[in-house]
């Protein structure tokens, strides 16, 4: 019996075990439209797929957000994965070049097109976030729209022909007005929602004044240890580079 990993949409089955919640289950992938083989971990031969229904009495649905509070970082990792090479199979079922069906690889993890030979990796987005420190403070936003309950640090897609540094400073220029100086790398994190990278930096204040774009950003300001806003859940790089500023100011 395989071990399988199912999604219904965008969110996880999740089962109550005597262990704890455990989102993983024992079934045939064959038994699935849409399944996916995930590299070994700790010895066990694991499957992404979808399922609409639910796999198990009393199994429900968990975002993968949610998930990062129930299970290990390997298990969480693994999901994330999962997550990201579900949604990249079913959005490269036809060939982008010339519309034709696309097949399995023989060795790769990749699609390939019988009539044109165009072949399709897993696409990963790189996203750039940036801490920005003016002394003891740290410069945070609240993103138009009104969606997310929290504050947190810019961050945007790295476009085509341009270094993530370069990323870092364009984005704090258009969406809060500000230049920033040694703008330094600090850590990466899978982002699976639903493909992206995200690549972590800390910068320093250099000059201007804070201006939202009121496109992406509603608000930004300077925030220090005794009055930060909400914040981001400790599952985002986000909330890292945070922690990790005011551990070491
Ligand atoms: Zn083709």
Known sequence: MKRLLLFSDDQLWVRHTPEGPSCLFDADPAAFALTEPLPAYAAEE???????????????????????????????????????L???RRAHRFCGA????????????????????HTAY???????????????????????????????????????HETLEQAVAREIAEEVGLRVTNIRYAASQP???????????TAEYESGEITPDGVEIA??????????????????IARRLIDAFFTLA
């Open 46 to 84: 694991v499957f992404a797929a979808e399922s609409a229904e639910p796999p198990a009495p009393g199994a429900e649905r968990v975002s993968l957000r949610a998930l990062f509070d129930l299970v290990t970082p390997q298990r969480y990792a693994q999901a994330g994965l999962a997550r990201q």
């Open 86 to 88: 579900l949604h990249w």
């Open 98 to 117: 010339c519309g034709a069906p696309l097949q399995r690889h023989a060795t790769e993890r990749a699609m390939v097109c019988p009539a044109c030979g």
């Open 122 to 160: 897993p696409r990963i987005n790189p996203v750039v976030i940036t801490l920005v420190a003016r002394g003891d403070r740290i410069l945070l936003t609240r993103k138009a729209g009104g969606l997310l309950p929290f504050w947190s640090l810019v961050a945007g897609f790295v476009e085509a």
């Open 191 to 201: 982002w699976p929602f639903p493909n992206n990278l995200m690549f972590g930096f």
């Open 219 to 236: 608000e930004a300001g300077w925030f220090g240890r005794g009055d930060l806003p909400p914040l981001p859940s400790r599952v985002s």
